[in-house]
Structures are given as C-alpha cells and as structure tokens.
C-alpha cells in the first residue's frame, strides 16, 4: 500500500502582497488528483487575473474528465483567441490518474521538472513553449509509473532566477542529486528547502514569484483510507470595509 | 498578522475504497479561498458521481468571482433541473474572503456547524435542507469576523452518525466544547480528533463516508507571505491497465 504526498509553497515577489502564480487542485472524476500550476506574464494584479482565468479554465476541463493534453491544448487556445496572442503564460499539470496507475507531467514551461528516485536525478527539459502567443501549441507530457520513493518537482520560473541579481545560482541540480530518495522524508521538508534558498540567494526579498510543488510516492505509513488536505494562508486585514450585513446574500 | 489555517480529513466508508463525499478547494479571484464540501446521496460509484458534479460546478462559479449565495442557488438549481427533483446532496461551503474580511458558511445540509473561540462554543443549526429535491431551496449563510482563536468545523453527517449501529454516540457538542481554543493549538489536531473518534466508534469500520474540515484563524508564527498547501492520498494500484504508451496524448 502506497501513500502520495504533495508539498506546495508560494511566495509573492517582495512588495507585493500577493503572488501573481496560481495554484489549484482538484480530484479527478475518474479517480486520482490533479496540480494546475499557471505562472501569467507580468507581475502583480493583472498576472493574477491572467493566471486566475487559465487556472479556472484548466480544473473546470479537468473536472469534466478531459485528459491532460486536452486540457493543456484547449487552455492554450482560449488564451491565444481571447488575448489574441498578447498575453503568455507557463502552465504545468501534474497528475496522479488512479485509473491507468500513472503520473502525468504536462509541461508548457521553458523551466524543467525534476524526477528524483534512489537511483538517481532525471531533468526533464525537452523544449517546451509557454501557452497564449503562437497557433497550436502543444504541451510536452511525462508519463511515470507510481512507484515508491518517486519525487517530482515542478516549479515557476521565479525559482530558477533566484539569486541573480546578486550573480548566485541556486544549483538546483547539485541541490536535488543530493536528496536521499531512499529514506522516503517528507516532500514538505523537500520543497521548504528549495524554496528557503530561493529566498536567500534573493536576500530575503523574492525578485519574482515563485511556486513550487513536489509530489512523493511513499510506502503508507499505517493503513487507513482517509485523505488529507492541510493548507495555511497568511492573512493581512480586509482589503475593503465589510459589507453592510443586511446586503442581499 | 493572522495565519489561516484548515485541515480536512475524509474516510469512506467500510467496504468501499472511494468516499462519495467530494471535497475541493480554490482560491477565490478577489482575495482568500474556499472549501467546499458536498455528501451525494446514496453509496459508492453513483454518489460520487453526484457529488462530483454538484462540486465541480460550485468551484466553476466561485472561480468566476459569483458571491457563495448565489453558487449555492445556481448549483442546486441545476441539480433540481438535471435530475429532475430525484437526486439530493448536502452541500457545504466555507470561505475566507479576504476583500471583506469575513468567513462565510454557505449550508443546504441539515448537519450543523460549530464555531469555538476561547469565550466558548456556538453551534449553527438552523434548518436547512439539502440541495436537488425541491425547487427554490436557499441556503443558511452564516458571517463571522477573521479573529485569531476562531475555530470552525463542519463535516459531512456520517460523523454524526458514528457508533449509532452500536448505540454509542460521538457527544461532539462535549468534545468540542472542551477545545481550548485560547491555546491557539492546529486545526489538524483537532480534525483528527474528531475522525479518529468516529472511526472507533464505528469499531474501525465507519458506516458512512466521513468528512471533517476544520478552519482555524491563528497569529502568524514567523512573518512572511508564504502559502503552503499540503495533502496525502492512499493509492492502491491502478484500477484498469495502462494505455499502450504510444495512444494519443
């Protein structure tokens, strides 16, 4: 019996409250989960907004049942038509689909993924455009079997960049090769770390947003059938006054 | 600064590997995040049906900005069209929107909820009737201030009706009173507290899907913006063999 754990850390890039990536998750209908990660070109509201839109239009398709390309095509086009090819995003879907017993990796993002198991570090880097600004764009998708002590990292690119005003690099590689995959710890311990030197390398105040997501498969630690869905938000005061309580609901 | 917490365990019950209770979160386009949770009537595969769709089209419309008392209304509307008056299911959902600064429950489920702050418990049980089986129902919105040792906790009504097979009874309104709320503890804590019970009350074996969602408001513990996002699944193994790797993606 198999457990699948997946960590999520955003932070916003420094004097801005809120990170212009989104972030969604919903079961799939046939079985299973899905991540949607949407980084919008730009920073700011109008990022949010355009990362909001194509974050929406992907869990609604995926909800339906469309498979992971589909969805990924389909996001494009409606981006490209509606913004007439002005406005870019990356987009990842990382998928657990219980029906084919697979992990899903759907990639429309310059930036790699990573897939760290006890033999060793795979990048997954094949070139791979963002969605909205040219006809017919095609994601690049991974397919990987579940297997125990699997992780898979995704991240927006604000990660990479990390550090670069001030020449660091955040020496990813080196970073996930030296993951011991066999002990099976925990993917939060995993994406707290990345996203930790992240903020470093940037002296504490995050150039860019950045999102990172690590997926693991691990042997269940006590049988049981419950899910579980922790999360925590900062929360920093209404943005306006409350409505008066008698406005119509 | 305040921290958001929820922490959301789901069991199905015994005998069936997939809850029919569905559960999904979003973050809402103007600011801060919803829950919701709905119970499809009925067992097994064609519950899950039903609670999928009926969550799937509350995520769509808060996606789309609609305020939760008309999604609760235009959700229902379309299972009572849809299914013709024969299909019902509790619907649940719980929101922070951070604009007004408010938590709002939005309920069409006979199942009360609860709020414990350190001045003592409240329970919200005002009648309230499921979603699909009769025309214009409404649903039970309740407002409450985001104020820091605020606990919220709604579930589905199979923890209401642990231990009944074996005449014992959950006492839920003395286990949650003597929350200390004041201590600011994590929500998980008290989740798994209350499934835990539930599931012993069943003798291990719960005669219901069971579904517990437990927001707390705390004070930050380390300033930041960073939002965190956690879940693990059990996974059995594929449910059909795998595609011929070279199908259509």
Redesign the interface.
């Known amino acids: ?12 890039h420094h004097g801005s ?3 212009g990536d ?6 799939r ?3 299973g ?1 899905s991540f949607v990660l949407v980084d919008g070109q730009g920073t700011g509201r109008g990022a949010k ?1 355009l990362s ?1 839109l194509v ?2 239009r992907a ?2 398709l995926l ?2 049942g469309a ?3 589909a969805v990924a095509r389909a996001v494009h086009d409606y981006l490209y038509t509606y913004r007439m090819g002005q406005a870019a995003a990356t987009l990842n879907i990382l998928s ?1 689909d ?5 992990i899903l990796v759907s990639r429309n993002n310059p930036a790699p993924f990573f897939v760290i198991r006890p033999q060793g570090l795979r990048i997954y880097n094949e070139p791979s455009t963002p969605i909205g600004l040219n006809p017919m764009v095609k994601p690049i ?1 991974s ?1 990987l079997p ?1 297997e125990p002590y699997t992780y898979v990292v995704i991240f927006t690119d604000g990660l990479l960049r990390a550090g670069e005003r001030f020449g660091a690099d955040l020496e990813l590689v080196n970073h996930l090769s030296a993951w011991p995959a066999a002990e099976g710890r925990n993917p ?1 311990e995993l994406t707290e770390e990345l ?1 930790q030197r992240a903020v470093d390398l940037d002296q504490g105040e995050p150039s860019d947003d950045m999102s990172v997501v690590t997926l693991a ?1 691990l042997p ?1 630690e006590q049988p ?20 008066r ?1 008698d406005d119509e ?1």
Chains 1, 2 share one sequence.
Not at 22 to 27: G, P, S
Not at 98 to 102: A, I, L
Request: glycine content about 10%.
């Open positions: 019996m198999l457990e699948i754990h997946v960590a999520v850390a955003k932070v916003a409250g809120e990170s989104t972030l969604e998750t919903v079961e209908p046939g079985g989960f907004t909001n974050a929406t869990i609604s909800k339906d498979r992971d390309g657990v219980f029906q084919t017993g697979r998708i397919e579940v939060e996203l498969v269940a049981g059938t419950a899910r579980r869905l922790y999360t925590s938000v900062p929360y920093e005061g209404p943005a306006r006054p409350a409505p309580p609901e």
